[in-house]
């Protein structure tokens, strides 16, 4: 049976741990990712996981540790926060690129400088080349059910590979929402067993992992990789779509909101998307601006193809990044400028809400109306503009 | 029962084959084979991790290998992270029944990949107490990469990034004391050891691979290239260092020192000096000081570990 609490955007990853039960979870703690943690080592103090917890000593060690934990036939997870992101750098790769289906909740948090603990993308932005699966939750449910998914996703025999399940830290991290969460034998029969044919522990087989490929094999290994990742996007709408028929919630890898006829689209991810769904609404009654929302909820792969689609009969489009690429702009406009190469009309990329400065509904707003106002007057320069910035 | 018996061990199959890429000369093949025969013996499998280095680059050059146990490289400063995790999915695993072998685990690393970069990751697992044998194979300088000094080059060693000048004598730091520090975590069972006393060695591999916890054992290895020396003489020259007791062999059970070898006659820090290309500029009017400084901080250490392993004696008295 299908239980309804109320729990945090932590409590609900960690709930979706508990559920999952892992082999090894290893982590350290860092702001917002602690609560997660504290909760899921009461649920191994308490017994109720089978879970061999190790509290390591730095987020490079937790990475390092699952790794070898997922390559000894262990199901095994972490979570981490910014710069405990950006410790485990070097291991992310090594991760993605020994076809470990490590599961990572990143509640995401700004980098530093200056030292900020509130929410931005700019450390799972910084991970979109690692080799990663990456889906962000726009709400607690999302990342609880994409927690889940999460794991049938990364240990797919076509996949193989590692997922970042991304939510806010602070707007989704510490906040409490509604959670219909599924019984423990539902959860137990979606994901199943974790097994892999290569393993660690194999001592009658012994094999050498983490070998050193020259330039006479090195590059098989990175389209191996590489086509791995072309493998996903099936295997994503395949389980959102069964996970559907399971609870009623399918997913898919976009999100569309009353898209279908609309002139001004704003693409994003994660929680702002919500407000923006609201800011949606309230335009269209009150200025009958026929405007409305793409969320992306699997950035990596990217879904070029289906964003373009999406789009196709927008007359402008905004994108909203809560990351900058120093020197370019956003990542996710010029991913989605590049997957719409050729035509398909103007775009505007808008920067918000760094080391967690709210959005708010006006302020989403205002995103729409100077979308609407740069589709009517033809003037789309400058193409990045800052949302929420003071002056 | 385990052996350490020449005649025995060479009826057995080796675990580190022959046809890797190590220099002529160098002791850390030599090491590893004894530690892997002494380690997988009766109903005992090891599983392995070796951080980036030496040993990793010349024996696991893909498509092949030169270990027939299974063997995991992950990166340059997590050897010790990486078998926490091995050896935890193990626990697990084995907990639920899915797993009935016996497995003992053994992180490899370098003096560069654990007196300095994965320091860190060691010690973390050592307070954590995974149930490992963590062996470093000290070379003192990241030979790797090319000579570099490393936390573990000793006062006065030439290295490419503390090279003997005209106004630099070579590296001008003491040699970081490792093994102390890993045996200031409180593990039940530290020791040094060399691959010229291969039975020594090998018991005290034996000893760790029993013990329930974290162990570590500090390996000299010798390097040719590293240390200029013919490559001939790595096993003379690894003697001469337990002669000289630059590098003494003792080990620390449940925190009681015991000493396994004292020279009959302990030899002059001179000859180990003059036994090596790194050394050679020292033998300056303007070096000739750090030989005797050399000297005392020698005899400084040899004589803690005489006062350490007297008191354990008195205290069982």
Known sequence: MAERMALTGNDSAAYAFKQINPDVVAAYPITPQTELMHKFAAYVADGEVKTEFVPVESEHSAMSAVIAASLAGARACTATSANGLALMWEMLYIAASCRCPIVMPVINRALSAPINIHCDHSDTMGARDTGWIQLYSENCQEAYDNALQAVRIAEHPDVMLPVMVCLDGFILSHTLEGLEANDDETVRNFIGEYERSDNLLDVERPQTFGAFALQNYYFEFKKQQADAMQEAPAVIDEVGKEYGELTGRSYGRLDPYRCDDADVIVVGLGSSMGTAKQAVDDLRDEAGLKCGVLKIRCFRPFPGDLIRQALQNAAIVGVMDRAVSFGLGGPLFHEIRSARYGGDGPMLNFIYGLGGRDLSLDLAKDVFRNLAEAKDSGQVEPVVRYVGLRE | ?317
């Not at chain 2, 000096?273 to 040899?302: A, C, M, Y």
């Open chain 2, 1 to 317: 029962m385990a052996t350490t018996s020449l005649k025995q061990l060479c009826e057995m199959p080796d675990l580190l084959s022959g046809g890797h890429a190590a220099c002529p000369g160098c002791a850390g093949p030599v090491a590893i084979r004894q530690i892997l025969l002494a380690a997988q013996q009766d109903d005992t499998y090891v599983v392995a991790s070796i951080s980036t280095g030496c040993m990793e680059v010349s024996t696991t050059v893909y498509p092949n290998s030169a270990w027939r146990i299974p063997l995991f490289h992950s990166a340059f400063e997590n050897s010790a992270a990486t078998i926490s995790g091995a050896e935890t999915a193990y626990r697990s695993l084995k907990k639920q029944g899915k797993i009935d072998k016996k497995i003992a685990f053994i992180a490899f690393g370098g003096d560069g990949g654990t007196y300095d970069i994965g320091l860190q990751s060691l010690s973390g697992a050592l307070e954590r107490g995974h149930n490992f044998t963590y062996v470093c194979y000290d070379n003192e300088a990241y030979m790797n990469t090319g000579i570099q000094r490393s936390g573990s080059t000793p006062k006065g060693a030439f290295t490419t990034t503390a090279p003997a000048g005209k106004v630099e004598p070579g590296k001008r730091q003491r040699k970081k004391n490792l093994t102390a520090i890993v045996a200031a975590h409180d593990i039940p069972y530290v020791a040094q050891a060399s691959p010229h006393r291969a039975r020594d060695l090998m018991n005290k591999v034996q000893k760790a691979v029993a013990t329930e916890g974290a162990c570590f054992i500090n390996v000299l290895s010798p390097c040719p290239r590293g240390w200029r020396y013919a490559p001939d003489q790595t096993f003379q020259i690894a003697k001469l260092a337990a002669d000289t007791c630059v590098w003494p062999l003792y080990e620390i059970e449940d925190g009681k020192l015991t000493i396994n070898y004292k020279p009959r006659e302990k030899k002059p820090m001179l000859d180990w000096l003059k036994s090596q290309g790194r050394f050679r500029h020292l033998f300056t009017p303007q070096n000739e000081h750090l030989v005797e400084e050399i000297q005392q901080d020698v005899d400084r250490e040899w004589q803690r570990l005489l006062t350490l392993e007297a008191m354990g004696k008195e205290t069982a008295q």
